[in-house]
């Protein structure tokens, strides 16, 4: 444990060490070619293309480590791998985290996705959030198991909420309870 921004090195399933840390601004050019990859395999995130390194460098630039954070696994200078998380910004939702990860292919099924995870939830921990809410496609088997591992439960579907390659796909809305523990608001 101990401070939930800092660098630290982990072994992957596979014997191969990355460095998981915040992102800086030094990675531009790096997590843009990594969320990049990613969206051009189509079938794993809303983001097909970020059109360029201006736009890459504002999005990054907009993590504070206080209510936003990205992390990132590290393989030699590269990023191979990226999480966020983005505090709700009104009075009402501000108690809640949304979470997106992307992993480039070559680094998947090893541990690193759940290694990020649960590192994006330590962080939430420590800065107060107590609900964390995440998006995926229903096609996504391999992203709703690590989720569902890690305690997260379906709260809503979108039904033939996205389009991939001429499918309608639904949307499954997933949520994590960090606490404290609360009663219902419900009526
Ligand atoms: C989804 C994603 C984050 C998972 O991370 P990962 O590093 O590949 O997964 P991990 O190796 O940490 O495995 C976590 C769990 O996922 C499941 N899993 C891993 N590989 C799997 C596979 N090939 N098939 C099914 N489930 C699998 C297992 O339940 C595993 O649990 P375990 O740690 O007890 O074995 C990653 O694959 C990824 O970024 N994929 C592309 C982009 C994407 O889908 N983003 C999520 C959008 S909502």
Same mark, same amino acid.
């Given at each position: 444990m101990?401070d939930? +921004?800092r660098?630290?090195e982990?072994p992957l399933? !596979?014997?191969r060490?990355?460095? +998981?840390?915040? &992102?800086?601004m030094? !990675? =531009?050019?790096?997590?843009?070619r990594?969320?990049n *990859?990613?969206?051009?395999? $189509?079938i794993?995130i /809303? @983001?097909?293309e970020?059109?360029?390194?201006?736009?890459? *460098? &504002? #999005? +990054?630039?907009a993590? !504070?480590?206080i209510r936003n954070?990205?992390?990132?696994?590290?393989?030699?200078?590269e990023?191979?791998?990226?999480a966020?998380?983005?505090?709700?910004?009104?009075p009402k939702d501000?108690?809640?985290?949304g979470?997106g990860? =992307?992993?480039q !292919?070559? #680094?998947r099924?090893v541990?690193?996705g759940?290694? @990020? @995870?649960?590192?994006?939830?330590? #962080? @939430?921990r &420590? *800065?107060?959030?107590?609900?964390? $809410?995440l998006a995926?496609?229903?096609?996504n088997?391999?992203?709703?198991r690590? %989720?569902?591992?890690?305690?997260f439960t *379906?709260e809503?579907?979108?039904r033939?909420?996205?389009?991939i390659?001429?499918? %309608?796909?639904? $949307?499954?809305? /997933?949520?994590l #309870?960090?606490?404290?523990e609360?009663t219902s608001? &419900?009526?």
């Amino acid at each position: 444990m101990g401070d939930p +921004l800092r660098s630290e090195e982990v072994p992957l399933r !596979d014997g191969r060490k990355v460095v +998981l840390r915040p &992102a800086r601004m030094g !990675d =531009a050019e790096s997590t843009l070619r990594n969320v990049n *990859r990613v969206g051009r395999e $189509e079938i794993y995130i /809303m @983001m097909e293309e970020v059109p360029g390194i201006e736009v890459e *460098r &504002a #999005w +990054l630039s907009a993590f !504070d480590g206080i209510r936003n954070v990205l992390f990132v696994g590290v393989a030699g200078s590269e990023v191979i791998g990226a999480a966020d998380c983005h505090g709700g910004t009104f009075p009402k939702d501000r108690h809640v985290g949304g979470i997106g990860i =992307a992993i480039q !292919d070559g #680094w998947r099924g090893v541990g690193l996705g759940r290694r @990020m @995870m649960v590192r994006l939830l330590e #962080w @939430m921990r &420590a *800065r107060g959030f107590s609900k964390a $809410e995440l998006a995926v496609f229903a096609t996504n088997e391999r992203a709703i198991r690590l %989720y569902e591992s890690l305690g997260f439960t *379906r709260e809503g579907i979108r039904r033939r909420h996205v389009r991939i390659r001429g499918e %309608y796909v639904d $949307e499954i809305l /997933m949520g994590l #309870w960090l606490g404290p523990e609360t009663t219902s608001a &419900a009526p």
